[in-house]
């Protein structure tokens, strides 16, 4: 159901005034009408209006004027300009100052309608992104964002574990997310004051990694020109995050466990050990169980750091998490680039969550990224997703068996009245993917005995 507009009519012909109220209040909506440009500024500066219809030439100014005072006080207000047929290059002018559109007279109020329909999906993204942005500010960390019911344990037990200095293993598969919840324990706990320091054993070459997490005094071997902390000394009191666990040298392991248990660690070519306080938190995209099967995983050392195990859910199955998600990601990439992006038109939400996500909330930060950059302001649409975003119809996943026997005509006004209920009867939008005009879909309705 498309949202009530407040539409703004600005006209010195008062039959047109009247005849266009009436129509706008028949559809739904609430209407005002005034008769000159000083009357429309101070209609505008009482209350707000989702769209302004508004003649080019007016009295007491031109509706072109009018139009440039809109744009310097408000970019996304909807503006429809109205002109007589003499008037086109007025009109050309005023969509060259940022019209969002032109009507000539009389008006084809199916193409006003149309208009309208357009504009009420974007009232609705609007309102939609607004929602999504309170419920972030609501959000007890923004590293820890969802609703569903497996985000809502795993920020419990984030809770409970952040309250202890006990360590923790974090699976799940790449993007899911692994370092962000780590980071977030880190920064509930009481070490948030102190360092977090995270270390990923799969992107550090073999022959380095022990003094990588070590440490090493000059001299320790070719090339250690000087003393180098390692990574325990350089989290003490903080956090230490251990990223893909799984793929650190197994020969490695039983050094890691003795520090471990001891408390104590000791640089490579150095005579003494060095006492730290640092948790531990590790990670791996690896089940653990055959990790440690495959011989991958010394079962010692799990049990060491396994006293607690977060699961990371993949995106793909917190579906309902994923609008929360883009409009975090979407706000914080606006600020980053300085574009005036607001939220995600409803065309392009529902190509996000009839996506599969293979990369997880990584692809998804990255697509955001991608959309608020190439789309600069207003509504990141369809059209400005990745192209392998842009081909994925949602619904398409589902198929519709049609019983033998089926007419070319019932198989049509299946798909046009699935294409309506996908869409939310916006009419303008289900003519667009159909390949239609919406005088083709009303004329179509009509033919179904609906209401057009």
């Known amino acids: 159901m498309q949202p009530r507009l407040n539409v703004l009519v600005v006209d010195d012909e008062p039959a047109l005034r009247e005849v266009l109220t009436l129509r706008l209040q028949d559809w739904g909506h609430a209407a005002r009408a005034v008769g000159s440009v000083g009357e429309a500024e101070r209609e505008l500066a009482l209350a707000s209006a989702d769209v302004v219809l508004c003649d080019v030439v007016l009295p007491g100014g031109s509706g072109l004027g009018l139009l440039l005072r809109i744009r310097e006080r408000d970019l996304r207000l909807p503006v429809v300009m109205m002109t007589a047929h003499g008037n086109v290059d007025l ?23 149309a208009l309208l329909q357009t504009a009420a999906a974007d009232v609705a993204a609007r309102r939609r992104s607004r929602e999504l942005d309170a419920r972030l500010a609501r959000a007890d960390h923004p590293g820890l964002l969802g609703e569903t019911r497996a985000m809502r344990e795993l920020q419990g037990t984030v809770a409970l574990l952040a309250s202890t200095d006990a360590s923790a293993i974090v699976t799940g598969e790449s993007g899911t997310g692994k370092e962000v919840v780590a980071r977030a324990i880190h920064e509930l706990s009481a070490r948030r004051t102190k360092p977090f320091v995270a270390i990923n054993a799969a992107a550090i070459p073999e022959g380095l990694i022990e ?15 000087r003393a180098r902390a390692g990574c325990f000394e350089l989290a003490e009191g903080g956090t230490l995050f251990l990223d893909e666990l799984a793929e650190m040298p197994i020969a490695l392991q039983p050094k890691l466990l003795r520090v471990l248990e001891d408390g104590r660690a000791r640089r490579l070519g150095a005579s003494r050990d060095v006492q730290f306080d640092v948790r531990i938190i590790a990670a791996t995209n690896r089940s653990p169980a055959q990790a440690i099967r495959d011989g991958r995983l010394r079962e010692d050392l799990y049990y060491r750091l396994n006293v607690f195990e977060l699961v990371m859910p993949p995106l793909r199955e917190r579906a309902d998490d994923i609008p929360l998600l883009a409009q975090h990601f979407l706000r914080d990439f606006a600020r980053k680039h300085a574009m005036p992006v607001e939220g995600m038109a409803e065309s392009a939400r529902a190509a996000l969550l009839a996506h599969a996500w293979p990369g997880n909330v990584r692809e998804l930060r990255n697509v955001v990224e991608r959309s608020v950059i190439v789309a600069r302001a207003g509504l990141v649409e369809r059209r400005h997703l990745p192209p392998y975003l842009q081909a994925i119809r949602p619904g398409a996943e589902s198929t519709v068996t049609l019983p033998a026997g089926t007419t070319l005509a ?7 009245m699935r294409t309506l209920e996908r869409v939310n009867d916006n009419k303008a939008e289900a003519a667009r993917q159909l390949g239609l005009d919406v005088k083709t879909i009303r004329n179509k309705l009509r033919g179904y005995g609906k209401v057009a």
């Open 91 to 113: 009109a050309v002018d005023a969509m060259k100052a940022g019209a969002t559109d032109f009507l000539t007279k009389p008006i084809d109020h199916q193409m006003l309608q």
């Open 211 to 225: 003094s990588e997490v070590f440490g090493h005094e000059q001299g320790a071997f070719t090339g250690a020109l």
């Open 410 to 416: 019932d198989a049509e006004r299946l798909l046009i």
